[in-house]
């Protein structure tokens, strides 16, 4: 290659690296009006951007949260709204305080009949005491069931507001459609909503009580979740299918650990339930060999001992079947 040809390439080179640098330099300085330019207006407009978003929505998030908590703190639950509370999560149609004095009541009966029959005082404490527990056990698993229907009940809800709410209904449309197609206990929930919105009430703050008087978590997310969408803005049908979502998540989780669990309940019954059986049939069989239990103090004393040590073992078995997650 010439010097010549040297040259004129350096200088072909050099006139494109300056003519890319001033069309570089140009493009840049273009972005960066557009940028501020755009800047402005969104803010003339009163929009903001992603960051700031995020920002507002997690303090909108801890607002709530500490407002909450507050309100929560201030408010002391009295006896009698733990007992209405207890009635509700259990379903029962009678007041509460007439079920539990039934349940004493039936408990005092039995534990006098053994009194007049001669079979000692402590064998009627151990049997009022068992139909005490038996009366809190049961108390027990119609919470729980309960509870399960609620959790399912609310996916599906949370699946026909977003529904209603694509369709074009108000947020209020959409709640009074789950109280038509819902039964207890998430339908007259919502529909007492729906009744207090006729008559002047804020949704926010209807919500609000709702969420707190059946102490459901998901249901308190979700009243926070519309109380920000509300306040900030949104599409609160996403949002509905995010929780049904992470719902249906916890659900199958939850179905999930009953299976791994099952063997450690059925042990659990199977133990607490054999001596119960023997010891009805030894009194279908041979009445004369344990009348022994009845008719003196030690065997009295060991009847009475057995039963707390089931109930005891009852308990920390079923400790020991629950999985925290």
Same mark, same amino acid.
């Given at each position: ?157 949370? !699946?026909? @507001? ?8 108000? +947020? &209020? %449309? #959409? ?6 197609? /819902? ?115 030690? !065997?009295? @004393? ?8 089931? +109930? &005891? %073992? #009852? ?6 079947? /629950?999985?925290?997650?």
């Amino acid at each position: 290659m010439s010097p010549q040809q040297l040259v004129n390439m350096v200088l072909m080179v050099s006139v494109f690296v300056l003519v890319f640098s001033g069309w570089t330099i140009c493009v840049v300085l273009w972005v960066v009006q557009y940028a501020r330019r755009r800047k402005r207006l969104r803010k003339r407009m009163g929009y903001v951007d992603d960051e700031t978003r995020k920002t507002d929505t997690l303090q909108l998030w801890r607002d709530e949260y500490q407002a909450r908590r507050a309100a929560a703190a201030q408010k002391k639950e009295t006896f009698g709204e733990r007992l209405t509370r207890l009635g509700a999560e259990a379903g029962w149609k009678s007041p509460a305080h007439s079920v539990i004095l039934s349940a004493i009541g039936l408990a005092v009966l039995v534990s006098v009949a053994p009194l007049l029959l001669g079979c000692g005082a402590l064998i009627g404490l151990a049997t009022g005491g068992t139909i005490l527990v038996v009366f809190w056990t049961i108390t027990n698993w119609r919470i729980d069931q309960r509870k399960a229907l609620f959790d399912r009940q609310l996916v599906e809800s949370l !699946g026909i @507001a977003a529904r209603a709410l694509r369709a074009g209904h108000p +947020l &209020v %449309g #959409a709640f009074q459609s789950i109280a038509e197609e /819902i039964g207890d206990p998430v339908g007259p929930i919502f529909g007492e909503i729906c009744q207090e919105q006729a008559l002047g009430l804020d949704l926010q703050d209807s919500i609000r009580r709702m969420a707190d008087v059946t102490r459901n978590p998901d249901l308190k997310l979700f009243a926070t979740a519309v109380s920000i969408q509300m306040g900030s803005g949104g599409n609160l049908a996403d949002v509905m299918d995010s929780l049904s979502a992470v719902m249906r998540t916890r659900i199958r989780l939850n179905r999930r650990v009953r299976v791994l669990t099952t063997e450690t309940r059925m042990s659990r019954n199977v133990l607490l339930g054999l001596p119960i059986v023997l010891f009805l049939a030894m009194n279908i069989v041979s009445p004369q060999y344990v009348s022994v239990m009845y008719t003196t103090f030690v !065997g009295q @004393a060991m009847l009475v001992g057995t039963i707390i040590a089931m +109930l &005891v %073992g #009852a308990w920390v078995m079923a400790r020991l079947s /629950i999985l925290r997650y």
